[in-house]
């Protein structure tokens, strides 16, 4: 994974599913795949977070297959993380969606959002925060000079309503449905 991520550019920023230890250690449990918390004993490796750190810097990348690879990566390797562990990868993508953050920020935290959704990684708790971001990122535009910027923005806005569409039950997002 971190091969894949600083080679950047054309066919070789495929991220790898880490099937080695990362594998053999995460077992099923938890929310989509998320090891429940009394998981809290294992060390995670110092890499590990190196890459989750390579990861978030790929989701703001100026290339849209880079960002794209890095929002995978955060989806496969949150996957593994213990909830709590994860919570917090969670709350680092949703740093992305500040205000002084660029279109590139918003489109990667956006594909990130969709991902961890569509993997069960998102808690519904986490709604009340995340729904009102995707609203927001949908209507996102930009003027520079005489266009604007946007489209791919609002484009992964419309991945993260369909992610959440699949991931909770009509009930669960019923409150956001006027």
Request: hydrophobic fraction near 45%; charge should be negative; glycine fraction near 12%.
């Amino acid at each position: 994974l971190l091969q894949n991520l600083q080679n950047k550019g054309g066919a070789g920023v495929a991220v790898d599913s880490g099937k080695g230890t990362q594998q053999a250690e995460a077992g099923p449990g938890g929310v989509g795949g998320a090891k429940s918390d009394d998981s809290e004993g294992c060390e995670v490796p110092d890499e590990m977070e190196e890459v989750i750190e390579m990861l978030l810097v790929g989701l703001r990348d100026k290339d849209t297959v880079v960002r794209w690879s890095a929002a995978k990566g955060i989806g496969r390797v949150t996957a593994r993380l213990s909830l709590s562990l994860a919570d917090d990868v969670v709350e680092a993508v949703l740093e992305l969606f500040k205000p002084i953050e660029g279109d590139g920020a918003w489109h990667g935290g956006c594909l990130a959002v969709a991902e961890l959704a569509r993997r069960g990684l998102l808690l519904p708790e986490r709604l009340t925060t995340v729904v009102p971001i995707a609203v927001e990122a949908l209507c996102y535009d930009v003027r520079k000079g005489a266009h604007s910027v946007g489209s791919h923005v609002r484009d992964a806005a419309a991945y993260v309503c369909w992610a959440f569409a699949r991931a909770y039950a009509p009930e669960v997002m019923e409150e956001w449905m006027s």
